[in-house]
């Protein structure tokens, strides 16, 4: 049976191979698993997330730590002019995003390639809005992650994280906590042979700055007029930031 060490035993490096080696190992069950854990709430928070982009110069999406390509394909159903880019370090998780796009016909719209959120091989001020979906708590370097999110959209655009995160103290926090650690490992274990990947994930939303925490990070890198979106009771925050050089 594989186990993980907790998220803050881990030094950088063991943590990005631990994330790669987890997204490689549930890909075949990801997309299920996220409808089913979540109760189809990752649908509406993402569908929250492109309602909130702003489209003004570019016409052009970036979707960092893509995975299987949700957000992205969210992001090309909606504004049928924008074009998509989304990248993922993870290999397998681009390859069933690029069947995805095959399939719902986007292929000319929506480009899914392999790339590091922390070393975007991306121009500068190439994109309206950058956004990344429950991936920036498996980057160690949060910072130097958000920088290049900044870095290659244009003044004004939007820098945009959705991310599973913890209400504030009392009845749901205590009700979420049982879940996470006690329910969702449990059910995971039904449909995945890897159900320490899940053990992990609630690790890491439990890990996770509070949003005074991560706003401070967005702020610190130049982002201005940030803001959060508490979803479903604080169980997810959509956070925003803008671009003013």
Same mark, same amino acid.
């Given at each position: ?13 063991? %943590? !990005?191979?631990?994330?790669? #080696? !987890?997204?490689?190992?549930v ?6 698993l996220?409808?089913?854990? @979540?109760? %189809? ?11 909130e ?35 993922d ?7 069933k ?19 590091d ?6 121009? #500068? #001020? @190439?994109?309206?809005v ?21 870095r ?20 749901w926090?205590? !009700? ?16 995945t ?37 508490p979803?479903?009771?604080?169980i997810?925050?959509?956070?925003i ?5």
């Amino acid at each position: 049976m594989i186990e993980y060490p907790p998220v803050d035993k881990m030094n950088d490096e063991q %943590r !990005i191979s631990i994330v790669k #080696n !987890i997204f490689a190992s549930v890909t075949d069950k990801y997309d299920f698993l996220n409808r089913f854990l @979540s109760g %189809r709430r990752d649908v509406v928070w993402r569908k929250r997330t492109v309602r909130e982009m702003k489209f003004f110069k570019t016409h052009r999406f970036l979707d960092v730590a893509t995975g299987t390509g949700d957000l992205a394909l969210d992001c090309a159903n909606t504004y049928e002019k924008v074009k998509v880019t989304g990248v993922d370090f993870v290999q397998a998780m681009v390859d069933k995003g690029v069947e995805k796009v095959s399939m719902q016909k986007l292929v000319e719209r929506v480009e899914l390639k392999w790339g590091d959120a922390t070393q975007l091989e991306i121009d #500068n #001020n @190439s994109f309206d809005v950058s956004a990344i979906a429950f991936g920036i708590r498996n980057i160690p370097d949060k910072i130097k992650a958000l920088n290049e999110m900044k870095r290659v959209i244009v003044e004004k655009g939007q820098v945009m994280v959705l991310e599973l995160t913890t209400p504030e103290p009392g009845f749901w926090r205590s !009700i979420y906590s049982f879940y996470l650690n006690g329910v969702l490992p449990k059910l995971a274990k039904l449909f995945t042979n890897n159900p320490a990947a899940y053990e992990y994930l609630a690790d890491s939303i439990m890990n996770f700055p509070t949003r005074k925490e991560f706003i401070f990070l967005m702020e610190s890198i130049g982002l201005k007029n940030c803001k959060t979106i508490p979803l479903t009771f604080g169980i997810c925050t959509l956070y925003i930031g803008e671009k003013q050089d």
